[in-house]
């Protein structure tokens, strides 16, 4: 029996990937309420209600990159700009993911985009440093690291609160709207938490502080993820010596996609699937892959016999196997389209090659029954990003690639650097939705494009 697969097997009551997950993040500190760590509940609103009804997002997530690309990098004269990569994709992620989980015109003010991806930004690098402090010296040096993030929470919560209160005095037991039937409830995060809260029989899990603590998680777990790998992506475009035949590629699916954007039409992009994948195969911003904690208390013993006692950790870092030269040809080498090629250029089953497929050898979004549950939504933000980027703009290619840095066991993308880019000549001049109140219907949204 392979380590994986023993790995995998393994119930939770033995080896906690969540315990692992909970510690990286010290999320004791972090994470704002202890019943937001301690619980599914995101998990699940992220499965039921974020991944199953992505089509009905997609119209507002492309009018949110519409808007945020014309005005972050330009609409008017085609001329090269300036291009700060990651600050950019990081705001214009964070108003994406805040479309989704809490609308107009919410998602396009400033002051709460800032402090939802500072938030964002921040924790990974908070944790990093609680993790280098002894463990006698957390409960003291914890509560200090975490003053910015908490700052960042509290700006969030101003704004948040009274919407989370107003929407819950409407709430009662008998009457729970469904997102469905009820077009009077808008079709985002508060809502599916408030359904939640009145279906559960703990009034406690109605608090509004509650819920919008865990809005203020779900929003770090969405955002900071993507703005890294889309920055990374882009770098790994424009310093390829094939940058121009790229765009072109992924140009032309572009077009090609248009106007639906359904999940379905999404699938077929394949082109722009391998290359998020490959450059999350290259640039992994995790690197231990699968790592599980030992929560027997009799601990476990591994295949191999080696005893673990309890509280020890053991898993499979991603690294090691994502550049791993008896799986891929040229490992370290960007090749966009490795996994959409007939055959492909790597030992792995070509029916699991896509961007949100987990395996072995691809743990970007770990691997098996814990795997990210966010990736499809991701997936969906990423695809139709990279699609208007290259529709609307040229990106000009550089001669090398600036380096990615390593922290502790992450992997940071080059948060300084710039590109330059280019509105299309072509493009010049489409005027882009800018009404905040009025809802919209697909066609109409995509009449525009």
Not at 2 to 28: C, G, I, T, Y
Not at 208 to 218: A, G, K
Not at 384 to 391: P, Q, T
């Amino acid at each position: 029996m392979s380590s994986m697969r023993w790995l995998q097997q393994q119930p939770d009551k033995v080896l906690s990937q969540h315990e692992v997950n909970k510690q990286f993040l010290r999320a004791e500190y972090t994470m704002l309420d202890h019943r937001v760590i301690a619980e599914a509940r995101l998990k699940n609103f992220i499965r039921q209600e974020l991944t199953q009804d992505l089509d009905s997002h997609a119209a507002a997530v492309v009018e949110e990159i519409r808007y945020g690309l014309e005005e972050l990098c330009g609409s008017g004269a085609s001329q090269w700009k300036i291009f700060p990569v990651y600050n950019v994709m990081l705001t214009i992620v964070g108003r994406l993911v805040n479309r989704v989980l809490v609308g107009l015109p919410l998602c396009r003010n400033q002051s709460y985009i800032d402090a939802s991806t500072n938030f964002a930004q921040s924790i990974v690098i908070t944790a990093a440093l609680i993790n280098l402090v002894p463990t006698w010296l957390r409960p003291i040096l914890g509560p200090i690291f975490t003053i910015y993030d908490h700052r960042q929470s509290r700006k969030l919560a101003q704004v948040i609160l009274p919407l989370v209160r107003q929407r819950a005095a409407e709430f009662s037991h008998d009457k729970i709207p469904s997102l469905r039937d009820s077009p009077a409830y808008p079709n985002d995060f508060i809502t599916w938490a408030l359904r939640d809260a009145y279906n559960d029989p703990d009034p406690s899990q109605r608090c509004p502080e509650l819920i919008t603590n865990r809005l203020v998680v779900l929003g770090f777990a969405a955002i900071q993820s993507s703005a890294i790998t889309i920055t990374n992506a882009l770098f790994d475009i424009a310093a390829s010596p094939s940058s121009g035949l790229i765009q072109q590629e992924l140009r032309s699916e572009a077009f090609s996609a248009r106007p639906s954007w359904s999940r379905n039409v999404l699938s077929k992009m394949t082109k722009t699937d391998s290359l998020l994948r490959e450059s999350l195969r290259l640039w992994g911003f995790v690197s231990h892959g699968i790592t599980k904690a030992v929560v027997a208390k009799e601990g476990v013993t591994l295949p191999s016999g080696e005893h673990l006692p309890y509280g020890a950790k053991c898993g499979i870092a991603s690294y090691g196997p994502h550049h791993d030269e008896d799986f891929y040809q040229n490992p370290y080498h960007f090749d966009p389209f490795r996994f959409c090629r007939d055959g492909g250029n790597s030992n792995e089953n070509p029916v699991a090659k896509t961007f949100v497929t987990t395996g072995d050898y691809y743990m970007g979004f770990s691997h098996g029954r814990h795997a990210c549950p966010g990736r499809f939504f991701a997936s969906q933000q990423l695809k139709l990003l990279l699609a208007h980027i290259f529709m609307l703009y040229d990106i000009e290619p550089i001669s090398q690639r600036p380096r990615n840095r390593w922290l502790n066991n992450t992997i940071a993308p080059p948060v300084r650097e710039t590109l330059r880019i280019r509105r299309r000549k072509e493009t010049l001049g489409k005027p882009v939705e800018k009404d905040l109140e009025r809802r919209q219907d697909y066609a109409q949204v995509l009449s525009t494009l």
